[in-house]
């Protein structure tokens, strides 16, 4: 955020700011809309917020990424690089949010428990369709495995995102109930607009939390490959050789030798 606030804070918002506005400005310009109408709008907002939000997303996680690989002293990369990546990536990153929030509605129906455990291994899988290219399932894969035994980590990166957002929506339900004759339409609005003025610190935190994981599992697993197999251990199988089969023998019961 420091090294280039423009393309990380300022950029985004004025992307977001058109889609999360309309709603509250509409009534303003047309005084005269009907419900129908405005509800169109608010729809019409919801899907291109949710457009805009993918494609800078993608792009803010290639400039993570760029920066954690490329040490502390490292500059983000050309942001325009950023975007035609994060564009390729776009199609899938839409199909892996969608199937995720249809799991999480899903789950959410039927209890709590559920939900939170699906949250908890499906939190990294939009990371993983980007950075690794993979598709949704091998996203959703890679996220149940790197999740494993990071429980408590997983539960101070969503305090630090809801403490970073819970202040901006209690502020507007306040101001909606201060102010007279306010609707809260106009708040909501606010709040949205608000909210994607934050969004990419949470993004960038995420994808930091996802590349160290990330590397830790790596590093494991080359570990894992570079140590010998001890002597004790079986050979591996030999694709097409004959196998032996095991047969079950018995220890001799003290019944049947007394000089046991």
Same mark, same amino acid.
């Given at each position: 955020?420091?090294?280039?606030?423009?393309?990380?804070?300022?950029? +985004?918002?004025?992307?977001?700011?058109?889609?999360?506005?309309?709603?509250?400005?509409?009534?303003?310009?047309?005084?005269?809309?009907?419900?129908?109408?405005?509800?169109?709008?608010?729809?019409?907002?919801?899907?291109?917020?949710?457009?805009?939000?993918?494609?800078?997303?993608?792009?803010?996680?290639? =400039?993570?990424?760029?920066?954690?690989?490329?040490?502390?002293?490292?500059?983000?990369?050309?942001?325009?690089?950023?975007?035609?990546?994060?564009?390729? =990536?776009? +199609?899938?990153?839409?199909?892996?949010?969608?199937?995720?929030?249809?799991?999480?509605?899903?789950?959410?129906?039927?209890?709590?428990?559920?939900?939170?455990?699906?949250?908890?291994?499906?939190?990294?899988?939009?990371?993983?369709?980007?950075?690794?290219?993979?598709?949704?399932?091998?996203?959703?894969? =890679?996220?149940?495995?790197?999740?494993?035994?990071?429980?408590?980590?997983?539960?101070?990166?969503?305090?630090?995102?809801?403490?970073?957002?819970?202040?901006?929506?209690?502020?507007?339900?306040?101001?909606?109930?201060?102010?007279?004759?306010?609707?809260?339409?106009?708040?909501?609005?606010?709040?949205?607009?608000?909210?994607?003025?934050?969004? +990419?610190?949470?993004?960038?935190?995420?994808?930091?939390?996802?590349?160290?994981?990330?590397?830790?599992?790596?590093?494991?697993?080359?570990?894992?490959?570079?140590? +010998?197999?001890?002597?004790?251990?079986?050979?591996?199988?030999?694709?097409?050789?004959?196998?032996?089969?095991? =047969?079950?023998?018995?220890?001799?019961?003290?019944?049947?030798?007394?000089?046991?």
């Amino acid at each position: 955020m420091r090294r280039d606030t423009l393309h990380s804070m300022v950029v +985004p918002l004025a992307l977001w700011a058109p889609w999360t506005l309309a709603p509250a400005l509409v009534p303003l310009v047309f005084p005269q809309a009907q419900v129908s109408q405005l509800l169109l709008v608010q729809a019409a907002s919801n899907l291109f917020t949710f457009l805009s939000f993918v494609i800078v997303t993608a792009m803010l996680r290639f =400039r993570a990424a760029s920066v954690f690989h490329g040490g502390q002293d490292a500059d983000p990369a050309p942001v325009r690089e950023c975007y035609r990546q994060g564009m390729q =990536r776009v +199609p899938a990153l839409y199909l892996t949010e969608v199937l995720r929030n249809i799991a999480f509605g899903i789950s959410f129906s039927m209890l709590f428990v559920p939900f939170l455990y699906l949250g908890f291994k499906l939190s990294l899988a939009t990371e993983a369709v980007v950075l690794r290219g993979e598709s949704p399932l091998k996203a959703f894969s =890679r996220s149940y495995h790197l999740t494993d035994g990071r429980f408590e980590r997983w539960l101070e990166m969503i305090a630090m995102s809801v403490l970073l957002i819970v202040p901006v929506w209690f502020l507007c339900v306040v101001g909606f109930l201060v102010v007279q004759g306010s609707s809260w339409n106009t708040w909501l609005s606010v709040g949205s607009f608000l909210s994607a003025a934050l969004m +990419p610190i949470v993004q960038y935190a995420w994808s930091f939390f996802y590349l160290r994981l990330d590397e830790l599992d790596q590093a494991e697993t080359e570990a894992n490959a570079a140590v +010998p197999a001890p002597s004790f251990l079986p050979a591996r199988k030999v694709a097409g050789a004959p196998q032996h089969k095991l =047969r079950l023998v018995e220890s001799p019961r003290r019944d049947d030798d007394p000089s046991l």
